[in-house]
C-alpha cells in the first residue's frame, strides 16, 4: 500500500530579492507552477495542502487549475519557520544564521515542526498520494527527518523553486527519500531560489 508525500518549494515570489517577506509570484514563479501541475498531473492525490502564505498559496491555485480534482487547503502546520535552534554540535559557520533569530520562533518552529511530522509522516492504512506546498526550510526539515539527521542538519539544504521531493512512508520501516530536489519539469532559466549555482 503507497503512501507517498510530495513536497514542493512555492514558486519565485516577485520582489523577493527586495526582502520583502511574503508577496505574489513573478511571472516566473507562475510558469514553474504550471510546469510542477503538468509533472504531477497523473497522480491520483489523496489531499492537497499548502502554506497559508500567499506566494504558496497562489502556486497551489494554479497548480489546481490544471489539475481539476484536488481541492487545495490551508495548513498551518506548512507556514515558513525555523524548525530548530543552534546545538552544540552544530558547525560554527552556520551561527550566524540565528543572529537575528528569537527564542519564541525557535519554539514556534520546532512545536510545529513536531506536529507536521505527525500529521504527514505518520503511515496511513491504504494508499495515499499527500501533497504538500511549503517553504524551503520546512522541506529541509522532513527530510533531515527521513534520514534522522541531528537536528541543525535542515541548514545549507535547500530547494528551488518548484522543485520536487518525493518521500515514501512505510509501516514497518524507516521512510525513504525517493527524489531530493527533482527539477527536471523545469528549463534551466526556470531554475531559481538556490543559493548555489548548478555546475551542469
Ligand atoms: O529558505 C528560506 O530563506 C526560508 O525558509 C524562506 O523560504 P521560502 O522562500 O521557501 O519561503
Given at each position: 500500500m503507497p503512501h507517498y508525500l510530495y513536497l514542493v518549494r512555492h514558486g519565485e515570489q516577485q520582489d523577493a530579492e527586495h526582502g520583502l517577506p511574503d508577496g505574489p509570484l513573478s511571472p516566473r514563479g507562475k510558469r514553474q507552477a504550471q510546469l510542477i501541475a503538468e509533472r504531477l498531473s497523473g497522480i491520483p492525490f489523496t489531499s492537497m495542502y499548502h502554506s497559508p502564505l500567499n506566494r504558496a498559496a497562489e502556486t497551489a491555485a494554479i497548480m489546481a487549475e490544471r489539475m481539476p480534482a484536488l481541492e487545495p487547503q490551508p495548513s498551518s502546520?506548512?507556514?515558513?519557520?525555523?524548525?530548530s535552534g543552534p546545538t552544540p554540535?552544530?558547525?560554527?559557520?552556520?551561527?550566524?544564521?540565528?543572529?537575528?533569530?528569537?527564542e519564541a520562533e525557535i519554539e514556534a518552529g520546532r512545536a510545529q515542526m513536531d506536529d507536521a511530522v505527525h500529521e504527514f509522516l505518520t503511515p496511513a492504512m491504504g494508499d495515499r498520494h499527500d501533497l504538500l506546498v511549503t517553504h524551503n526550510f520546512v522541506i529541509g526539515w522532513f527530510v533531515r527527518h527521513v534520514f534522522d539527521a541531528?537536528?541543525?542538519?535542515?541548514?545549507?539544504?535547500n530547494q528551488a523553486n518548484c522543485g520536487l521531493t518525493i518521500i515514501r512512508v512505510r509501516s514497518a520501516k524507516p521512510p525513504v527519500?525517493?527524489?531530493?530536489?527533482?527539477?527536471?519539469?523545469?528549463?534551466v532559466e526556470l531554475?531559481?531560489?538556490?543559493p548555489e549555482l548548478q555546475p551542469v
Open positions: 502546520l506548512l507556514f515558513d519557520c525555523i524548525p554540535d552544530m558547525p560554527k559557520a552556520f551561527e550566524s544564521f540565528f543572529g537575528p533569530v528569537t541531528p537536528d541543525w542538519r535542515w541548514l545549507g539544504l527519500l525517493v527524489v531530493h530536489n527533482d527539477l527536471g519539469h523545469l528549463p531554475r531559481t531560489g538556490l
